[in-house]
């Protein structure tokens, strides 16, 4: 029977197809859900799927979990035995994604409010390839503002606030770019609709800094770590204009789905040679090593899952 689709869902693995909810749904209507995009990265030779940083993914949901009163009866020690249960369970021998989502599950339509409704958490597994087109990418800067602490919180990964990247995404690819940049209300780059953005400037790698409205990206904190640990760089948390960036030698989007990707064009103006940079490629190189569980220091984190048992 493997591989099959399961989802957990209320308390239990089920078959995918039995995991629904009704339409009176709260976090249908109101966006009143946490979610979360995990990777698990298929590793031929061991036969094993490893799952990266599976820990840092749950304790930021279980954060985002505190601010939307979301009431999940689970640790974060529970939610990632779940998950590679559920791995396991599933049997997909090919790179997938794991979405594990917190939502409220009242059914209640005209209720605009977090506290007394119920809540549930699901965690959906699917076969997932690339996320982005290209691996050079053609982005634009977006007309839509990235929402702001006191608007919608961008620190985690709400639901409703995601209307924020599609608009954004949309936008830009119907313009026929690949993806997005997004600028704070101040006009500062904030970050790509499913991504943070990272710059090289003289050989030095530069991110803006979480005050300027992003999500606190766990491949964001993996690039700053292996860029400064193994690449030997300058990592510089500084806020970056639009017009810093046309001016760049490199640029690049890091994500769990997009993982590290280098952004060539931005608005049709070059970024440096309008090329993968060296910085970039390394980078990237070293990341693909790491999550598939070939780099021995870093082993640690990735959760092994084993698909064929
Ligand atoms: N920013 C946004 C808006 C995202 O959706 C994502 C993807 N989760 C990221 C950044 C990158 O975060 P992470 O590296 O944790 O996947």
Not at 97 to 119: D, F, G, M, T
Not at 143 to 165: A, E, L
Not at 175 to 188: Q, T, Y
């Amino acid at each position: 029977m493997k591989p099959n689709a399961y989802a957990f869902f209320q308390g239990h693995i089920v078959p995918l197809e039995e995991a629904n909810i009704n339409i009176t749904t709260h976090a249908l209507h109101y966006g009143t859900g946490a979610f979360e995009g995990i990777r698990g990265n298929w590793n031929e030779e061991r036969a094993i799927t490893y799952i990266f940083k599976l820990r840092d993914h749950y304790e930021r949901l279980i954060n985002g979990c505190k601010l939307l009163m979301l009431d999940i009866p689970y640790s974060v020690d529970e939610l990632c035995a779940i998950t590679v249960d559920l791995v396991e369970k599933c049997g997909y021998r090919s790179d997938i994604y794991i979405r594990p989502l917190a939502y409220k599950s009242a059914n209640q339509v005209a209720n605009l409010k977090l506290h007394e409704l119920s809540s549930d958490l699901c965690i959906i597994i699917v076969p997932f390839g690339n996320y982005l087109e290209s691996d050079s990418l053609r982005c634009c800067t977006s007309s839509w503002q990235r929402t702001t602490d006191t608007t919608i919180p961008p620190r985690f990964k709400f639901t409703g606030g995601y209307i924020n990247s599609v608009l954004a995404k949309t936008e830009a690819i119907l313009a026929g770019f690949d993806e997005a940049i997004l600028l704070n209300k101040d006009g500062n780059v904030s970050e790509g609709a499913g991504e943070n953005l990272f710059m090289v400037k003289k050989g030095k790698l530069f991110t803006p800094p979480l005050i300027d409205n992003l999500l606190p990206g766990i491949t964001r904190g993996t690039v700053i770590q292996i860029a400064k640990e193994e690449l030997g760089l300058e990592v510089e948390e500084a806020h970056i204009n639009r017009t810093e960036l046309y001016t760049a030698d490199e640029c690049l989007l890091t994500g769990t789905a997009a993982h590290v990707t280098a952004v060539v064009e931005l608005d049709n103006r070059k970024i440096g040679k309008g090329l993968v940079g060296p910085i970039s490629k390394s980078i990237r190189e070293l990341y693909f090593e790491i999550v598939k569980g070939n780099h021995s220091k870093y082993i640690d984190w990735c959760t092994p899952a084993d698909p064929i048992k």
